[in-house]
């Protein structure tokens, strides 16, 4: 049981570039959800969804896509990247309505240069 | 959600119980106080949550005031390990379950 899962754990873009991060739980679980954090500032939520093949925004959610084809996969889609989304992606799980604990992935460092 | 005022920063001695405050006065009836917190930037971890009464995990325990606008988070015995940032979310049960985390507080567990 490996939880959520984030791939890749690093990688630098030129600007311009595009690139997708992919999220995997083993949970089973209904909600998904992809934050970003900038250094020394919390978390701020992108996009999430409440179920296989939905999705709405978060706070930050100008120039990133989502998608949710599968229920254990939650991909984040950078189509030109700049170098205001170099930061740190965290991808969370959770069960859903009644068991809301999140759970976090490890994250994944995106430098945009 | 209603949002909430944690100190900037805090210091423990290790075995020394922790309390770390939340103010959240315009929480509403049905809003949860949850409180994670996030090691060295690895991913943030749940700790607990609770709605009106006092709640008690192998973690910590949390403590709400009767009128719900505060509430204390307490490491009986920090350790080193405690060290992290600490998020305090007041949020509504609901069909999102979305947190938009605050910038917490910076607790520092000295020897």
């Known amino acids: 049981n490996a939880g959520v899962t984030q791939t890749p754990k690093f990688r630098v873009l030129k600007t311009g570039q595009s690139m997708t991060l992919l999220c995997a739980q083993d949970m089973n679980h209904e909600y998904m959800y992809w934050y970003r954090q900038d250094p020394g500032m919390g978390l701020r939520l992108i996009h999430y969804?409440?179920?296989?093949?939905?999705?709405a925004k978060g706070e930050v959610p100008d120039g990133y896509n989502v998608s949710r084809l599968k229920k254990q996969n939650f991909l984040l889609g950078l189509e030109s990247a700049a170098p205001s989304q170099t930061s740190v992606y965290f991808c969370a799980s959770s069960g859903g309505r009644g068991n809301e604990k999140l759970f976090f992935g490890s994250g994944t460092q995106l430098s945009v240069l | 959600d209603a949002k909430t005022t944690q100190p900037t920063s805090m210091d423990c001695a290790e075995g020394r119980a922790a309390n770390l405050p939340c103010n959240h006065s315009?929480?509403?009836?049905?809003?949860?106080v949850y409180w994670y917190r996030q090691i060295h930037s690895q991913g943030p971890q749940y700790i607990i949550h609770g709605l009106k009464n006092n709640e008690t995990n192998e973690m910590a325990s949390l403590i709400i005031t009767e009128d719900r606008k505060s509430s204390t988070l307490i490491l009986p015995h920090a350790t080193l390990r405690d060290t992290a940032v600490y998020y305090c979310i007041v949020r509504a049960t609901g069909n999102t379950g979305k947190l938009i985390f605050g910038q917490g507080t910076t607790l520092q567990v000295k020897p």
């Open positions: 315009t929480i509403s009836g049905n809003e949860y």
């Open positions: 969804s409440v179920g296989e093949g939905t999705t």
